[in-house]
């Protein structure tokens, strides 16, 4: 439904130029929800404004349902722009319309009839489940509601497309939970096929079918979602995806913590597990092996896509030879291991 090939997009800033999309090719199927993640500066708003053509990709081309959207001259544009809807980090909604008037604000624009407009608004506020909101300002709306009117008036023209722009950036947890549930409803129900860019995984792990790491411009992994949590290829990837996972050294351990194994002390150890390693029982076959304990002081584990994947800090008990040959074990079984320091 929405396919980007060789995207390049250079800015020039005080003469120089600034490459911020380099060769970008992606290709989201109809009815998926497709997740870019990057950190600040990567490219993401850049990338999505092109979808739309907000943006001008310097070369390359950009398809949407077949339609090749490059070779549109401004007028074609915002006749098919009307399918492909977007919602912001800051809902951009107008303050001197109630919530009724937002939604209803594209309709008007193409001129249908009121009658029509009401029903299709009235429909419209019960999926965004905001029915009891119609005359209500959104100065007078919290943060989630705002975005539920958003959304409600991102859908109004029957899209087949949506853009999230950092949607739920601006939202608390629980909220940003309750609008990324919605948005899946929404998916599920009209077939809406939705393009997101986060800096947040959390979002990605919660609701899209796949997902691309875009870092400095360039495209550098992307994957369907349980294969991207149980085998991310660069390091990029693992970073954010061990940002899922919240793992403290206690204060008394790390108070303790020496960076050199004198005698007594034992090596804390940080054990990231992906994939096929989470599911074998690999600490108790280097116990029976090695000769070793091992006393896990904290462990948390996830599921993304039918992947699990998660991380473990232990203390391992044991001669050094036989605890260097139970992390080495370890590690020959696709376990990452750092070792923290000594205890
Ligand atoms: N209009 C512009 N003129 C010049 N440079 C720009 C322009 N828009 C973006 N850039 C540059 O392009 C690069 C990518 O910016 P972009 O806003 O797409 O990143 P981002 O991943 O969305 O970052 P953030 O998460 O901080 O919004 C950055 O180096 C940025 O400074």
């Not at 705002?146 to 949506?162: E, H, S, Y």
């Amino acid at each position: 439904m929405i396919r980007l090939e060789n995207i390049f997009k250079t800015f020039i800033h005080n003469k120089k130029p600034i490459y911020a999309l380099k060769d970008i090719n992606i290709n989201v199927p109809k009815g998926q929800i497709y997740g870019v993640i990057g950190k600040s500066g990567a490219g993401k708003s850049t990338l999505i404004r092109c979808v739309n053509l907000l943006e001008k990709p310097t070369s390359g081309k950009v398809f949407i349902d077949n339609q090749e959207l490059t070779l549109l001259s401004n007028r074609q544009l915002i006749h098919v722009r009307r399918k492909i809807s977007m919602i912001f980090q800051h809902f951009n909604l107008l303050s001197s319309r109630t919530v009724f008037e937002n939604i209803a604000f594209p309709l008007e624009l193409e001129r249908t009839p009121k009658k029509q407009i009401k029903a299709k608004v009235n429909e419209l506020l019960e999926l965004v489940g905001l029915a009891e909101k119609a005359n209500v300002y959104p100065a007078n709306l919290s943060g989630g509601q705002k975005q539920r009117v958003a959304i409600a008036r991102a859908l109004a023209n029957d899209p087949k497309v949506l853009l999230c722009d950092e949607a739920t950036s601006a939202l608390d947890p629980e909220t940003t939970r309750s609008i990324l549930e919605l948005l899946k409803n929404i998916n599920k129900k009209l077939g809406l096929t939705i393009l997101l860019i986060t800096h947040e995984m959390d979002v990605v792990k919660q609701i899209c079918d796949q997902v691309a790491v875009i870092s400095d411009g360039q495209l550098v992994e992307q994957a369907p979602i349980g294969e991207m949590f149980s085998n991310a290829k660069t390091d990029i990837a693992r970073q954010f995806i061990q940002s899922t996972l919240h793992l403290n050294i206690p204060d008394d351990y790390r108070r303790k913590l020496s960076p050199i194994q004198e005698e007594g002390l034992y090596p804390l150890l940080r054990l990231e597990f992906s994939g096929v390693c989470v599911d074998s029982p690999l600490l108790s076959q280097a116990a029976k092996e090695f000769n070793i304990d091992n006393n896990i002081i904290s462990a948390q584990m996830d599921y993304a896509g039918g992947a699990k994947f998660g991380i473990m800090l232990t203390e391992m008990i044991g001669s050094p030879i036989n605890t260097k040959n139970a992390i080495q074990f370890l590690q020959n079984n696709n376990t990452k291991v750092e070792v923290l320091g000594y205890v």
